[in-house]
């Protein structure tokens, strides 16, 4: 499996809900990143887990909160959002020691 | 600074045709220059990788050439189709960086036109 897997595709809420997004890999990396992507801009790190734990905090506004359950999983939770953190939300794994990062689908986030 | 540049922002080219996107780095030590295809509200796809020591690269009808001298990379396409049509993004790592530092390009929109 060469797969990273994000779920939900799209994703609408106000700025009083909250949300969370989630990625899979069963590709054995125990790195996982978030990435942040606005419209015809490169992707923007935000957040960077190694063997589950948070190693690397792009100063993200603390309504953005990154989870690590277990090794094969990667939660992003969403609160108090504001329209301008609409954006492509993009997930990617590697091995710790390799620098190549494969890229999950994207949560296409619409805040309200 | 770390820094990667692409030219030219948006191209437009006929099915069939060839092109080529340019790609200029100034990051260093460099490590490996990657170039990703990424559809509209799509993830990005990795199409090549090269290393300092790789001159050119092929993936079907892609062709990545680097020259480390200059710190410049292209990627080549042939015969283009219409799936062809997406971002095009230059994305070079460093050599000893901190986990997951990559230095992204801007991106060139390629649109192909029947």
């Known amino acids: ?112 | 600074k770390n820094q990667v540049e692409q030219s030219p922002q948006s191209l437009i080219i006929l099915e069939g045709k060839n092109c080529t996107l340019q790609c200029n780095y100034t990051v260093s030590p460099f490590s490996n220059l990657r170039w990703y295809k990424q559809d509209t509200g799509r993830g990005p796809v990795s199409l090549t990788i090269m290393t300092f020591s790789e001159n050119t690269k092929s993936n079907g009808r892609y062709t990545a050439t680097l020259d480390a001298d200059t710190k410049q990379s292209s990627l080549h396409i042939t015969a283009s189709q219409l799936s062809d049509s997406a971002s095009y993004i230059c994305v070079v790592s460093a050599r000893g960086s901190t986990l997951g530092r990559l230095y992204f390009g801007r991106g060139t929109q390629l649109t192909v036109w029947p």
């Open chain 1, 1 to 112: 499996d060469t797969e990273v897997t994000q779920t939900p595709k799209h994703l609408v809420m106000g700025m009083t809900n909250k949300k969370s997004l989630k990625c899979e890999q069963h590709m054995g990396h125990r790195a996982m990143y978030w990435y942040k992507q606005k419209a015809k801009k490169p992707p923007e790190l935000m957040f960077v887990y190694s063997y589950e734990k948070l190693s690397i905090n792009e100063s993200v506004p603390s309504r953005f909160s990154p989870e690590c359950p277990n090794s094969s999983l990667l939660n992003l939770h969403l609160h108090a959002l504001q329209p301008e953190d609409s954006a492509l939300y993009l997930c990617a794994s590697s091995h710790p020691m390799s620098d190549t990062q494969y890229f999950g689908p994207g949560t296409r986030l619409t805040v309200l």
